[in-house]
């Protein structure tokens, strides 16, 4: 198996950062398998989304609707809201399983790999990719 840690800088407001270049480069030589995406942290999640059509704006309004920051959340260590923040990863999964064909991962048209952060405690996430061939 292959891996390889990516390291972002996501800052202190929530963001939607496009990984599928990333994603692109690594899987690049690779022949058949299934690219795997981990964001090992309680806070930050994975998605597969059309960007650039303000999807992202979206994505993060619809987010901030369900998790706000008044709910009298139970975790309440961090930023203010900062609870609903370790709640994301029930609803964006932290890993995504994507095949790969011909060093290619086999998404749709309109499919981007973006990692999603609401959390403006930690500045830098860190994903890891890892390739299993067929």
Do not use: Y
Request: charged share 20%; net charge negative.
């Amino acid at each position: 198996m292959k891996t390889e840690v990516l390291e972002l800088h996501t800052g202190r407001e929530p963001a939607v950062i496009d990984i599928t270049a990333n994603v692109d480069r690594f899987c690049e030589k690779l022949g058949q398998g299934l690219v795997n995406i981990f964001v090992p942290h309680a806070t930050a999640g994975l998605a597969l989304i059309e960007i650039g059509s303000g999807t992202e704006k979206d994505l993060l309004a619809t987010l901030r609707r369900l998790l706000t920051e008044s709910e009298p959340w139970l975790h309440q260590h961090g930023s203010p809201g900062h609870g609903a923040d370790h709640v994301l990863p029930a609803l964006l999964s932290p890993t995504l399983t994507i095949p790969v064909v011909d060093g290619r991962p086999a998404l749709g048209r309109w499919q981007s790999i973006v990692v999603v952060d609401l959390n403006r405690d930690n500045l830098n996430r860190q994903v890891r990719l890892s390739f299993l061939s067929a």
